[in-house]
């Protein structure tokens, strides 16, 4: 299972961004899906987790400001992230969690990682 992510880039304190997920495998529409992000000197965090459109999670930290959601008919998972703030910088990973029951704010349950996408922001 192969996983690309996009969408980050530069961008001022205030402005938004929009991360996307893509992945080849013919699973992915009934995967879990999460965002983790990893700071500099700083270990991966959790972000943000889907299952169905319905069952979705955030970390405390973006609640409010971040909204994932996907597009099982283009493979897609999205995170769409307004009033970004300097502490959001970070690279931004995504995943699939292949097991519904096991915890989506650990990074251990997640099976297939994508390569990382960068997002800075400007204070």
């Known amino acids: 299972v192969q996983l690309q992510a996009s969408g980050g880039g530069l961008v001022q304190a205030g402005g938004s961004l929009r991360l996307s997920c893509t992945s080849s495998g013919r699973t992915f529409s009934t995967s879990a899906v999460g965002w983790f992000r990893q700071a500099p000197g700083k270990e991966r965090e959790f972000v943000a987790t889907i299952e169905s459109a319905e069952n979705t999670d955030y970390a405390d930290s973006v609640k409010g400001r971040f909204t994932i959601s996907r597009d099982n008919a283009k493979n897609t998972v999205y995170l769409r992230m307004n009033s970004l703030k300097p502490e959001d910088t970070a690279v931004y990973y995504c995943?699939?969690?292949?097991?519904?029951?096991?915890?989506?704010?650990?990074?251990?349950?997640?099976?297939?990682w994508g390569q990382g996408t960068q997002v800075t922001v400007s204070s």
């Open positions: 995943a699939i969690r292949r097991f519904y029951s096991f915890s989506p704010y650990d990074s251990e349950s997640y099976d297939y």
